[in-house]
């Protein structure tokens, strides 16, 4: 995950040349395109080493609301991702030359929120690809489509973010991406249980 | 007593389970036979909640098992073929996992002392992927019995087993028995499933095609009935 992220963002500043504007009104897009194609990957490996093995039924079995089996599978892909897009931040910010200026904060904010929102409905769906024999093709297919007002939200509060706004001009975005995870994980807490079960 | 009411499966428009009825009671151990395709796995895939019928129920003490699922899976122990183990943990790793799953008191201990119920003592710290089949099979029936399962479901557990590994199964079983566990055993060994059991029956086409006690007939009678429903067309 860590080093496609990182690969990414290395090859888009390739495309630049260094210090443009152009480099800068691009990098909030080439920022989200390497998180959420990283983020894929790890998703794509939430449950398919245990459904290979078997072991996910052992969990199946275990006396537990299976809703929190979803929060252990989402908390688990969120901790992986948030680190990887911690690693790389000082990367894109470094190579693409941006200015944050005391912004910090609310860029923590919004990656906090869209990827809180990326992998609760990635999870869902990673179980509900992780029978099927294309997998990895399905995942970003079902995905991406229900993803894309997390997407839009997190590029253009990002965009304010490096345009140096305030935090009055990020708060719509944030709204979005607040209610979109509420939204979702209380769905898929719900739902996970019949996803699940064959 | 568990009662099983009018239980349906379909998969891709076929009948797995069609409409079964019967009753399991406690503290006895059933074996169900039958051939390919006959329902067997359904049934304990059913029984053990992994999956949810089409139509029917499966009733614990006048209670529908589906509707507190989570409460019911405390009750329950499964072996089958797959052993649900994680091959990169160790297996005292595996067993602990399993036991804070089932919030079993001390876990630790509880896996050590299963760990040396099953044999494999010596071998706590190595990794499943490092282990044969029958060594990973004995480490399943530990996990299996974790949490002192009052139901003990168990789905083709010889295969792949070598003799010892199926004597310490059998031992099991037999030490199951003897404290009023009920066991709800799938064999294709007519002959090991007959001497296990006080009730025997056969599945045929999601149908039960036949049911018995043991104590009522030998295993010679018991094997030519079984050998004639097998060769008879429908169900019978």
């Given at each position: 995950?860590?080093?496609?992220?990182?690969?990414?963002?290395?090859?888009?500043?390739?495309?630049?040349?260094?210090?443009?504007?152009?480099?800068?009104?691009?990098?909030?897009?080439?920022?989200?395109?390497a998180?959420?194609?990283?983020?894929?990957?790890?998703?794509?490996?939430?449950?398919?080493?245990?459904?290979?093995?078997?072991?996910?039924?052992?969990?199946?079995?275990?006396?537990?609301?299976?809703?929190?089996?979803?929060?252990?599978?989402?908390?688990?892909?969120?901790?992986?991702?948030?680190?990887?897009?911690?690693?790389?931040?000082?990367?894109?910010?470094?190579?693409?030359?941006?200015?944050?200026?005391?912004?910090y904060?609310?860029?923590?904010?919004?990656?906090?929120?869209?990827?809180?929102?990326?992998?609760?409905?990635g999870?869902?769906?990673?179980?509900?690809?992780?029978?099927?024999?294309?997998?990895?093709?399905?995942?970003?297919?079902?995905?991406?489509p229900?993803?894309?007002p997390?997407?839009?939200?997190?590029?253009?509060?990002?965009?304010?973010i490096?345009?140096?706004?305030?935090?009055?001009?990020?708060?719509?975005?944030?709204?979005?991406?607040?209610?979109?995870?509420?939204?979702?994980?209380?769905?898929?807490?719900l739902?996970?249980?019949?996803?699940?079960?064959? | 007593?568990?009662?099983?009411?009018?239980?349906?499966?379909?998969?891709?428009?076929?009948?797995?389970l069609?409409?079964?009825?019967?009753?399991?009671?406690?503290?006895?151990?059933l074996?169900?036979?039958?051939?390919?395709?006959?329902?067997?796995?359904?049934?304990?895939?059913?029984?053990?909640?992994?999956?949810?019928?089409?139509?029917?129920?499966?009733?614990?003490?006048?209670?529908?098992?589906?509707?507190?699922?989570?409460?019911?899976?405390?009750?329950?122990?499964l072996?089958?073929?797959?052993t649900?183990?994680?091959?990169?943990?160790?297996?005292?790793?595996?067993?602990?996992?399993?036991?804070?799953?089932?919030?079993?008191?001390?876990?630790?201990?509880?896996?050590?002392?299963?760990?040396?119920?099953?044999?494999?003592?010596?071998?706590?710290?190595?990794?499943?992927?490092?282990?044969?089949?029958?060594m990973?099979?004995?480490?399943?029936?530990?996990?299996?019995?974790?949490?002192?399962?009052?139901?003990?479901?168990?789905?083709?557990?010889?295969?792949?087993l070598?003799?010892?590994?199926?004597?310490?199964?059998?031992?099991?079983?037999?030490?199951?028995?003897?404290?009023?566990?009920?066991?709800?055993?799938?064999?294709?060994n007519?002959?090991?499933?007959?001497?296990?059991?006080?009730?025997?029956?056969?599945?045929?086409?999601?149908?039960?095609?036949?049911?018995?006690?043991?104590?009522?007939m030998?295993?010679?009678?018991?094997?030519?009935?079984?050998?004639e429903?097998?060769?008879?067309?429908?169900?019978?």
């Amino acid at each position: 995950m860590l080093v496609f992220c990182l690969l990414v963002v290395v090859i888009f500043s390739f495309t630049f040349d260094p210090g443009s504007t152009y480099s800068k009104e691009a990098a909030p897009g080439i920022l989200w395109v390497a998180f959420t194609f990283s983020g894929m990957l790890g998703l794509n490996r939430t449950f398919s080493q245990e459904v290979d093995t078997g072991s996910i039924h052992g969990v199946l079995l275990a006396p537990l609301d299976r809703g929190v089996i979803y929060l252990g599978k989402m908390i688990g892909s969120f901790i992986f991702m948030f680190l990887v897009e911690f690693i790389t931040l000082p990367v894109i910010i470094i190579f693409f030359d941006l200015n944050l200026e005391g912004h910090y904060l609310q860029l923590f904010v919004i990656i906090f929120l869209a990827t809180i929102g990326f992998v609760a409905v990635g999870t869902l769906f990673s179980a509900m690809t992780v029978h099927t024999k294309t997998r990895e093709l399905m995942l970003p297919i079902l995905l991406f489509p229900v993803m894309i007002p997390v997407i839009l939200s997190a590029v253009n509060a990002t965009a304010s973010i490096l345009n140096l706004e305030e935090w009055s001009k990020i708060l719509g975005w944030i709204r979005i991406l607040s209610a979109f995870d509420i939204v979702f994980i209380t769905l898929s807490y719900l739902t996970f249980d019949f996803v699940v079960e064959e | 007593m568990i009662k099983v009411k009018e239980l349906t499966k379909i998969y891709n428009q076929q009948f797995a389970l069609s409409g079964l009825n019967f009753d399991i009671d406690y503290g006895k151990c059933l074996c169900i036979l039958g051939p390919n395709g006959a329902g067997k796995s359904t049934f304990i895939r059913i029984l053990s909640t992994l999956s949810r019928p089409n139509q029917g129920d499966i009733f614990i003490d006048g209670k529908s098992v589906f509707e507190n699922p989570a409460e019911f899976r405390r009750k329950i122990g499964l072996i089958a073929h797959a052993t649900f183990l994680y091959p990169e943990l160790t297996a005292a790793e595996n067993l602990k996992f399993y036991a804070t799953l089932y919030r079993v008191p001390k876990p630790e201990k509880r896996a050590d002392a299963l760990l040396k119920t099953v044999g494999l003592a010596h071998r706590s710290n190595d990794r499943v992927r490092t282990f044969s089949r029958g060594m990973q099979q004995r480490l399943a029936i530990a996990r299996a019995i974790l949490n002192e399962p009052e139901i003990l479901l168990l789905d083709e557990p010889y295969t792949g087993l070598d003799q010892s590994a199926s004597q310490l199964l059998t031992d099991r079983i037999l030490e199951l028995k003897s404290e009023n566990r009920t066991i709800v055993l799938i064999t294709h060994n007519i002959q090991q499933g007959f001497q296990l059991a006080d009730k025997i029956a056969v599945f045929k086409e999601g149908r039960i095609a036949f049911e018995a006690e043991t104590g009522d007939m030998t295993e010679s009678e018991f094997q030519q009935r079984y050998h004639e429903i097998i060769a008879a067309g429908g169900n019978n």
